[in-house]
């Protein structure tokens, strides 16, 4: 059973910054693409941003130009680099793995911003 754990939550004032990380328990390379959700109180959870085996990128509308996702296929890890960050960037923020038969995800860690 493959694991995700994503340490790198916490308190962030607005206009900071703050990354978060996906480490996985199997070797990221045999992922189709992963990605990172997240949900605020009272709301669906969306997309945030993916990348994909072959390492495209893509973004929600609202996270382009202030998000960036890579990853370390050394580390089996992914990264989610969140810049000047605002208040309704508070959420329970969610890393996504999948194959072609599997979804994969972590636990979860929560990022508020807020002074």
């Known amino acids: 059973q493959v694991q995700l754990v994503e340490p790198g939550g916490g308190l962030v004032q607005p206009g900071g910054s703050l990354r978060l990380s996906c480490v996985a328990s199997a070797r990221i390379v045999s992922f189709n693409g992963m990605g990172w959700y997240r949900q605020a109180p009272g709301k669906q959870r969306e997309v945030v941003a993916g990348?994909?085996?072959?390492?495209?990128?893509y973004y929600a509308s609202s996270m382009k130009g202030r998000f960036t996702i890579s990853r370390d296929n050394a580390k089996n890890t992914e990264y989610l680099e969140m810049n000047s960050m605002k208040a309704e960037d508070s959420a329970v923020y969610y890393c996504?793995?999948?194959?072609?038969?599997?979804?994969?995800w972590g636990k979860g860690t929560l990022v508020t911003v807020s002074s």
């Open positions: 990348i994909t085996r072959g390492g495209s990128t």
């Open positions: 996504n793995a999948h194959s072609q038969f599997m979804d994969y």
